[in-house]
T-cell receptor, first 114, second 114 residues
Framework: SQTIHQWPATLVQPVGSPLSLECTVE??????LYWYRQAAGRGLQLLFY??????ISSEVPQNLSASRPQDRQFILSSKKLLLSDSGFYLCAWSSWGGMNTEAFFGQGTRLTVV | AQSVSQHNHHVILSEAASLELGCNYS??????LFWYVQYPGQHLQLLLK??????LVKGIKGFEAEFIKSKFSFNLRKPSVQWSDTAEYFC????????????FGGGTRLMVKP
C-alpha cells in the first residue's frame, strides 16, 4: 500500500535561518506531489505541485522554493525564513494521469519562526 | 482558475443536531469534488468524493454530500452529529484538466457539544 512520510513533525527556526522539509512517498511511482500551507482561519493554500522529477509549478510567489530530486521525494526549502512563513505545512500525493483520484496527505510539519 | 468558498467558518452544535456545511465553487468546466476532515491532532483524511454519477454521495461516518451542478454547490450533511465529529472540514475541487491539483476552501471548524 502507499504511504507518505513527512518530517520533521515540528520545527522552531529563527528568522533568517534556512529551511528544508522533506516528503517521501512509498508504494507508487510517478505520483503528483504537492506542498500546501495551512494557516489559521485560511484553509489550505497550494504552494507548489510537481508532475515529475524536476518539474515544479509555483502557485504563490513567496519566500519558499520546492525541488523534486527523485520520483518520490519532494522538498520544501527556504534560504532565509521570515516570521510570516510560520504555519502548518502539508505534503500530499495523487496518482498521475488518472482524472478521478483524490490526494493523500502526510502528517504535516508545524513550523514556528521566531 | 477555480476557487472554493465555505461560508461557515465556525459551527457549534449540540449532539444529535443536524449538520449542513456549505461549499460553493467557481469553475466552468468538469470538476471532481471532495470533502476532507481533520480531527484534532490528526492528519487530513478523505471523507467523501464525487466524480460522476449519482449526485448524492455517501461517505464515512454517516456523512453525505449532494452535488448540485446548477448551483455549483457540494454541501456536506449529517442527520445527527456526535461529539466525535468535532473537527475541521475542508471542501476541495479539482478541475479534470488540472493535473489533479486540488483547490481547497477556507475550512469550517465544527464543535459538537456533548
Amino acid at each position: 500500500s502507499q504511504t507518505i512520510h513527512q518530517w520533521p513533525a515540528t520545527l522552531v527556526q529563527p528568522v533568517g535561518s534556512p529551511l528544508s522539509l522533506e516528503c517521501t512517498v512509498e508504494g507508487t511511482s510517478n505520483p503528483n506531489l504537492y506542498w500546501y500551507r495551512q494557516a489559521a482561519g485560511r484553509g489550505l493554500q497550494l504552494l507548489f505541485y510537481s508532475i515529475g522529477i524536476g518539474q515544479i509549478s509555483s502557485e504563490v510567489p513567496q519566500n519558499l522554493s520546492a525541488s523534486r530530486p527523485q520520483d518520490r521525494q519532494f522538498i520544501l526549502s527556504s534560504k532565509k525564513l521570515l516570521l510570516s512563513d510560520s504555519g502548518f505545512y502539508l505534503c500530499a500525493w495523487s496518482s498521475w494521469g488518472g482524472m478521478n483520484t483524490e490526494a493523500f496527505f502526510g502528517q504535516g510539519t508545524r513550523l514556528t519562526v521566531v | 482558475a477555480q476557487s472554493v468558498s465555505q461560508h461557515n467558518h465556525h459551527v457549534i452544535l449540540s449532539e444529535a443536531a443536524s449538520l449542513e456545511l456549505g461549499c460553493n465553487y467557481s469553475y466552468g468546466g468538469t470538476v471532481n469534488l471532495f470533502w476532507y476532515v481533520q480531527y484534532p491532532g490528526q492528519h487530513l483524511q478523505l471523507l467523501l468524493k464525487y466524480f460522476s454519477g449519482d449526485p448524492l454521495v455517501k461517505g464515512i461516518k454517516g456523512f453525505e454530500a449532494e452535488f448540485i451542478k446548477s448551483k455549483f454547490s457540494f454541501n456536506l450533511r449529517k442527520p445527527s452529529v456526535q461529539w466525535s465529529d468535532t473537527a475541521e472540514y475542508f471542501c476541495a475541487v479539482n478541475a479534470r484538466n488540472a493535473g489533479n491539483m486540488l483547490t481547497f476552501g477556507g475550512g469550517t471548524r465544527l464543535m459538537v457539544k456533548p
